[in-house]
């Protein structure tokens, strides 16, 4: 830690700060877009699997690492860049970064909104047209998060989001529209 403000996993030229998306064994986008970022895969065998309409912009901020991607006939990869494995430095800053999810279940009813300042999860779900806002927490640990369609997941604050299992964003679903600094951990 130099402590300049930044945290060192942002700082080196490849870092963590360049993921929109980055997990252990596999991202699956499906009827969604990811407009600019890297989605990543750091296990030797992982992939990234696009379909259904999911797809990943042409911009030049946007790359894919991941050993094996996978692409149906609706799905597209306009990255510019590809790789087929992540940079070993982003792997030591992972190191610390497993989730240690609660047994507490949240579920936001349909056409609902809830906002919860509780840090520890078993599974949260929030239902279609439904609003989850998380207020106070800068560090969440959840065993999975589902959004139904038109779901949405707001962010009052930067958080570090830690996910044991599953993240699974449905249709027309929204993630991080106020643009805080959200990391994911899957």
Known sequence: MNEDG????????????????????????????????????????????????????????????????????????????????????????????????????????????ATSSATSFDKIEVKKDATLVFSGQVEIDIKELKVEEGGKLKFNQTTTLRIEKELELKKNSTFNAEGEIVIVFL
């Not at 790789?83 to 070993?88: I, R």
């Not at 792997?91 to 909104?113: C, E, H, I, K, R």
């Open 6 to 113: 930044i945290g060192d996993a942002c700082e080196s030229e490849e870092s963590l700060c360049d993921y929109v998306l980055f997990a252990k064994e596999e991202i699956k986008i499906k009827k969604s877009e990811v407009h600019s970022g890297g989605v990543g895969v750091y296990d030797d065998d992982g992939k990234v699997v696009m379909e259904e309409d999911g797809h990943i912009d042409n911009v030049a901020e946007s790359f894919v690492i991941a050993e094996d991607i996978e692409i149906d006939n609706d799905g597209s990869i306009l990255a510019p860049k590809t790789y087929d494995s992540a940079p070993e430095n982003l792997l030591d800053a992972l190191l610390f970064q497993y989730a240690n999810p609660g047994n507490t279940d949240l579920t936001v009813s349909n056409n609902s909104t």
